[in-house]
């Protein structure tokens, strides 16, 4: 594993090694309210969802592109990305932010891919939603994991 660049933000640091671990699927990174995506994913997200792309800080001189998509409004979002053939690594926070800052005012909150989404199988939200009569373009799989099982 490469040693993270001295020029990024603890939080940006923690974005790319989780995002090496995931290299083929696009990072829902959530923050607070919103999941980011960032880099070549953010680029490829506001395209497909036809959602703004902006940027977030730089990273090696050039802008960092961002964009992102409300918690609640996810599953849609989801579905759509998993309808144009992508694959999507949900990253959540694992721990509350008074967590974190009990171990520093800079500590980043702890976060970990708990979801894959991936083309072929049905989420439990739109499995009503498909069997209503509507005619499915393509299910969603959502694949839980305890992270700790995976240690």
Known sequence: MSKPDQSVTPM?????????????ALLFYRMGDFY?????DAVAAAQALDITLTKRGKHQGADIPMCG?????AEGYLLNLIRKGFRVAVCEQLENPQEAKKRGAKSVVKRGVVRLVTPGTLTEKFSGQFCSGAQPELPVLGRYFDRRSAL
């Open 36 to 40: 980011e995506l960032f880099f070549d």
């Open 69 to 73: 998509v409300p918690v609640h409004a």
């Open 12 to 24: 940006m640091a923690q974005f790319l090694k989780i995002k090496e671990d995931h290299p083929s």
